[in-house]
């Protein structure tokens, strides 16, 4: 199995700053690619940011200018680098992945547990 632990959420002040990392373990063969999303009660979950393997990358319109996205290939972890924070990012915030496993093959997605960011006016 693969599992995703997501660290760094928290209550911030609009204009500042918060780190967002995830890290994967298990049985990794490949992690093809990564990425945040989030959600807020009532609504969908969003795609955020995401990233390859390759290091191409991915932003919400929302978010551009303002948030980084990062990963270490060798460590299996991704990092989101936000700043500028807006009441408006107040979300829960998921990490995702999707693995190639050592056995078996395949793409399979996997999600992290959430972690809270929230920013205050």
């Known amino acids: 199995q693969v599992q995703l632990v997501e660290s760094g959420g928290g209550l911030v002040q609009a204009g500042g700053s918060l780190r967002l990392s995830c890290a994967a373990s298990?049985?990794?063969?490949?992690?093809?690619?990564m990425g945040w999303y989030r959600q807020v009660p009532g609504k969908q979950r969003e795609l955020v940011a995401a990233?390859?393997?390759?290091?191409?990358?991915n932003y919400a319109d929302s978010v551009k200018g303002r948030f980084t996205i990062s990963r270490d290939n060798a460590k299996n972890t991704v990092a989101l680098q936000m700043n500028s924070l807006k009441p408006e990012d107040t979300a829960v915030y998921y990490c995702n992945a999707g693995v190639t496993r050592k056995i078996g093959g395949g793409v399979w997605d996997y999600w992290g547990q959430g972690t809270q960011v929230t920013v205050s006016s």
């Open positions: 990233i390859t393997s390759g290091g191409n990358t």
């Open positions: 298990g049985s990794i063969f490949t992690i093809n690619y």
